[in-house]
């Protein structure tokens, strides 16, 4: 099945700086890399995804980077502020039977933004 | 507002006991999956189910069962609770469009085996 690395498990870094956060995947069928934020206390939200036939997708200060052929992804945060403070989960599935896997998740990158 | 809820919020049962999570959702979702989450675990995926009367097993299925009887509700059952089932339970479900789409996640349960 699919396994997917997510490095680093902690990341702090000073407001207003970048942070970024990378992902490896095993299975090259995967064709779907979600990442959720999640809160303390709170369910995970989907901030961005991107599909395996696109190389870049950018939303504001988000961004997510996908290199097929050395199956890696990657997050990248701009201007980070107080409240990106959170646990970001990667993750991949792939299409089966007409509906969606269930999504294989990292473990987790607590980011913190010190002020 | 469609919604994806579960019951109870928390739960402590005694080991040995059954115990039954609802998941129902209101977005006429196809796809619905239960995850666990555990600190240095991330989510794993437990049980799954592309429609009525589907269910399939995920990466840490073993002490769990599912059932699917209609479209709007997973419950999940622990038939006989354990130390190791003490974590935090996720529902979600997604669409089924032939292709991959957002998964929209549940509260979450908290549950505890004592």
């Known amino acids: 099945g699919e396994n997917v690395e997510q490095h680093p498990s902690t990341l702090s870094v000073q407001e207003g700086d970048s942070a970024v956060i990378k992902c490896t995947y095993s299975d090259s069928a995967s064709n779907y890399f979600p990442w959720y934020k999640q809160e303390l206390g709170k369910r995970p939200q989907l901030i961005i995804d991107?599909?395996?036939?696109?190389g870049e997708k950018k939303d504001q200060r988000i961004a997510v980077t996908l290199n097929k052929t050395a199956k890696h992804f990657s997050l990248h945060i701009t201007e980070t502020q107080p409240e990106d403070s959170a646990v970001y989960f990667c993750?991949?599935?792939?299409?089966?039977?007409?509906?969606?896997?269930?999504?294989?998740f990292g473990k987790g990158t607590h980011l913190i933004i010190q002020p | 507002d469609a919604e994806i809820t579960q019951s109870p919020r928390h739960k402590i049962i005694e080991t040995g006991r059954q115990v039954t999570l609802a998941c129902h959702q209101t977005?006429?979702?196809?796809?619905m999956f239960w995850y666990r989450q555990d600190l240095g675990h991330g989510l794993r995926l437990i049980h799954y189910?592309?429609?009525?009367?589907?269910?399939n097993k995920g990466e840490v299925s073993d002490g769990y069962s599912v059932s699917r009887s209609n479209t709007e509700d997973l419950p999940l059952t622990l038939e006989s609770a354990a130390s190791s089932q003490t974590s935090v339970y996720f529902c979600?479900?997604?669409?089924?469009?032939?292709?991959?789409?957002?998964?929209?996640f549940g509260q979450g349960t908290r549950l505890t085996v004592v």
């Open positions: 991107i599909r395996s036939n696109v």
């Open positions: 189910s592309y429609g009525v009367h589907d269910t």
């Open positions: 977005w006429n979702h196809n796809n």
């Open positions: 979600a479900s997604t669409k089924a469009t032939g292709r991959n789409t957002e998964a929209f």
């Open positions: 993750a991949a599935s792939r299409k089966s039977g007409g509906g969606a896997d269930g999504l294989t």
